[in-house]
């Protein structure tokens, strides 16, 4: 059996972060090595490169803070249930995630899945605000990525033609929301899926496990 995914997401959308629990457990379930790549999906394209204030975003999206709240408590129950301890208290900003897909596009070329990980961590769990470069060098050096070469990344323009090729890729398959996962180039599940649908995705895709 031979699976592939393609994970479309962005790392401060927090059912990507629990759909990546998800599709870990069914891969565990699965027993067959799954390649997994994750392609990025901007969910604020225009986000200035700074970021904004988390309070004035979610307020001007969803009408009012007290219904941002509302939404983040039932995020950090789901979350629980995935052993995910959402903690959106500490999060202050709302960033561009345009440098973060650069440095998984990196960590992807060099075969290093942990940074995708880090990101999550960083920003979900630990509040750390990664429209800043530091912050993004830091995050990915503890995740065993290449300060160096990672810094270089975000010095230039590598990464930005993988942004463009995942945008492709999305208005191909009608993406609207993510995270957005597509088995073996052909199976497509949109949102935060349970185990076994991606199961079944899998079997779908390649046949009878």
């Known amino acids: 059996m031979n699976v592939s ?3 479309i997401s962005d790392v ?3 059912w990507c972060f629990i759909g990546k ?8 379930a699965v027993g067959v090595p799954v390649q997994v790549r994750w392609l990025p999906f901007l969910l604020n394209p225009t986000m200035p490169r700074e970021g904004i204030s ?3 975003y979610r307020t001007k999206k969803f009408g009012s803070w007290e219904r941002s709240q509302e939404l983040d408590a039932r995020v ?5 249930e995935e ?3 959402f903690a959106f208290h500490r999060i202050e900003r709302t960033p561009s995630t345009i440098d973060a897909h650069r440095l998984i596009w990196l960590a992807d070329k060099e075969g290093n899945q942990d940074v995708v990980e880090a990101l999550f961590r960083a920003y979900f769990i ?7 470069q530091q912050t993004l060098l830091d995050v990915v050096a503890e995740a065993g990525q290449d300060r160096l070469k990672a810094d270089a990344v975000l010095k230039g323009d590598d990464g930005m033609e993988a942004l463009k090729e995942a945008e492709r890729l999305s208005r191909r398959h009608r993406v609207d929301g993510v995270p957005f996962f597509i088995v073996n180039g052909q199976i497509t599940l949109a949102g935060a899926q349970h185990p076994d649908a991606f199961l079944d995705g899998f079997r779908q895709a390649d046949g009878e496990v």
């Open 5 to 7: 995914v393609d994970v």
């Open 12 to 14: 401060i959308c927090p």
């Open 21 to 28: 629990r998800r599709l870990e457990k069914a891969i565990a």
């Open 54 to 56: 988390r309070r004035e």
């Open 76 to 80: 950090v129950a789901v979350g629980k």
């Open 83 to 85: 052993g995910i301890d």
């Open 126 to 132: 630990e509040g750390r605000d990664i429209s800043k």
